[in-house]
């Protein structure tokens, strides 16, 4: 039986010719100068964020390790007298907080100590039965003198007279009011 | 210059693998960036052509296909009617046949779709092709064969009679 053979005279001359070199289009190189300046760019950023990020590890283990080295702990105040944590508050951070002369029972001050950062800031400690109240008082936005306080996850802020407070304390609200709805020293 | 030495065989085989202009360009720049990032890493144990295709290659075999016809369409106008006249009937003619086969060689799986590629629009030999596609000179014979037998099958429209005047 007779087995016609592939016709190879015109399959290869057909797709030399249709399957052809062409020429290519004249913005190719603008494109690829483009997409080089673009991602030299890129890289160039990433670098000033992989940068900034390494020293700002770099600047933190600095301004930790070398004070905890050195056995320094932040300032601070162990004190239940209110007039004199008062005016340790004010001679750490220079700010004045007024705190209350009584606290409703069974709430004690315990004392303060200042918060390393941008901001000046003083952690007023609290204890309450068995359970500790820790009051952050930080100097508040320039445009926020006055803000009504709200709760959101666990912790109560309010602004007031330009300072900022803010009780973490989710078990015993009513006790985290007390702290400023009482008797003032002053 | 590298670029200008290799612009049209690194665009054509883009164009003929994929059928689109638009990813044709896609490929030609991916393929160009590579290659000034990676020259520092060619060490000559082969021939720079060979490493050069095998780059292309790679990144046709590895593009997805794009659907952007829109501006290749929009160009193929202008381009048509900044031509004379008498030259544009020849032209679409041409272009008519030239889209059946690319087409046809569309359809081809990947692996068939680039040694037939290589073979017809850079004219490498079975041996260029397999040190190209880092594969057995064998391979390429199969592959090509195999592309072969579904090309005829779909082009035989195409096929030129003794004495004709198609193909």
């Known amino acids: 039986m007779h087995k016609p053979e592939p016709d190879e005279h015109w399959l290869d001359p057909l797709l030399t010719r249709y399957l052809g070199r062409v020429q290519s289009p004249q913005g190719l190189w603008t494109r690829i100068e483009a997409a080089r300046h673009e991602r030299r760019n890129r890289s160039a950023g990433q670098m000033a964020w992989t940068l ?11 301004g930790v390790y070398p004070r905890a080295g050195r056995g320094v702990a932040y300032a601070s105040c162990n004190s239940g007298d209110p007039v004199l944590v008062r ?16 606290l409703p029972a069974p709430v004690r001050l315990s004392g303060a100590r200042e918060v390393p950062g941008a901001n000046p800031a003083v952690l007023i400690s609290y204890r309450s039965a068995d359970r500790d109240i820790a009051l952050l008082v930080s100097k508040a936005e320039q445009s926020v003198a006055h803000e009504r306080g709200h709760r959101f996850n666990g912790k109560t802020s309010w602004t007031l007279r330009g300072q900022r407070y803010s009780v973490a304390n989710p078990d015993d609200f009513r006790a985290a009011c007390g702290l400023c709805h009482a008797d003032r020293t002053s | 210059m590298l670029f200008e030495a290799h612009r049209d065989k690194v665009y054509s085989i883009g164009l003929r693998y994929s059928g689109d202009a638009a990813v044709a ?3 030609a720049q991916d393929v160009f960036l590579k290659l000034f990032a990676c020259i520092k890493d060619f060490r000559g144990q082969s021939r720079f052509e060979s490493w050069l295709y095998r780059m292309v290659a790679n990144r046709c075999l590895d593009h997805q296909r794009q659907r ?31 889209r059946d086969v690319q087409n046809v060689v569309g359809s081809l799986p990947p692996e068939q779709r680039i040694v037939v590629v290589l073979r017809y629009t850079e004219g490498l030999s079975y041996d260029e092709i397999a040190e190209a596609l880092n594969c057995s000179r064998g391979t390429v014979g199969s592959r090509l064969n195999r592309a072969h037998a579904v090309l005829e099958r779909r082009l035989s429209h195409l096929r030129v009679e003794r004495g004709g005047n198609r193909a």
Do not use: H, K, N, Q
């Open chain 1, 52 to 62: 900034a990020a390494a020293l700002m590890v770099v600047g933190s283990l600095w």
């Open chain 1, 87 to 102: 005016a340790w508050i004010e001679s750490a951070v220079g700010f004045d907080v007024p705190l209350p002369g009584a």
């Open chain 2, 25 to 27: 360009m896609d490929i």
């Open chain 2, 68 to 98: 952007r016809r829109l501006m290749p369409l929009v160009e193929d106008l202008l381009d048509g009617i900044r031509r004379r006249p008498e030259s544009v009937l020849d032209d679409l003619l041409r272009a008519e046949l030239e």
